[in-house]
């Protein structure tokens, strides 16, 4: 269950990258079933060539927004439906996939990773490792809340909320669109970086469904904690990636086989998305929020619009 709560953590950075995307621009981007796989294959790739582990996984980062940005120029300039742009990205990134690594799978055994310093001292698998990595997920949600505080992330909430609103007050929304698809495949580019490097090996077929993983998270953490305002929202994703692999976790546990995963995910989707409905339910709901509602220092509360 720690393994299954560490990988929940991992896959949160990835799941934050959907949240921008889904969220905040209210953008239905696909290319995170390429890019996953990009950042692993270009972290794995550099690590076995002798490249620094740290430097190889903000490559991957930047390759991973590389992709967001082809996909937002497919889109904005392009004018090509956003669905398809994404699916346009995945595609074409399977091939470019493979071209970097050379072949279907990347060792990582015997290889020094980001990793290496807590499997030396068999921290892996600890309590020890679980907060070293939430201390990492709270670094990136404090990274993009403040961002979404700025002028910027301002304007890119805004466009997500009313495109055509934020248009008349001279915003490029087109601009916004990128940096989002940038940023968010940015996170998802450097989360398969790390899954990598935590498994040992890097998989041309790593990326298949973690769209579906990412938008589990969001919606499962956002049915539960809400999304009234901006940092409850992101923290709500962490938090819904690690429930969803506990779920799967005991899913296995209780018989299913590793082939059944797809459709766990898929149940629980499904699931996430009816529950909210039930009255029951929003009364669990409402009462965990009451307690995590607060007020900003200046003593009003935060806002946010219908896609954050």
Known sequence: MITAVELGLIYAIMALGVYLTFRILDFPDLTVDGSFTTGAAVAS????NGINPFIATIFAFFIGALAGVITGLLHTKGKIDGLLAGILTMIALYSINLRIMGKANTPLLGEKTVLSFMRENQLLGTWTSVGLMFAGC???????????RTDVGL??????????????????????KILGLALSNGLVGFAGAIIAQ???????????GVILIGLASVIVGQAIFGQKFIWIAALAVVFGSVVYRLVIQLALNAGLEVNDMKLISAVLVVVALILPQWKGFGK??????????AVQPNGVKEEVGTNA
């Open 45 to 48: 790739i550099s690590i076995v």
């Open 138 to 148: 709270l670094v990136a949600v404090a990274i993009i809340v403040w961002f979404l």
């Open 155 to 176: 304007a890119m909430r805004a466009t997500g909320d009313n495109e055509e609103m934020i248009r008349s007050f001279g915003v490029s929304t087109d601009n916004q």
């Open 198 to 208: 935590f498994q040992g090996f890097a998989d041309i077929g790593m990326g298949i």
């Open 284 to 293: 669990f709901a409402n009462r965990i929020r009451i307690r995590g509602k």
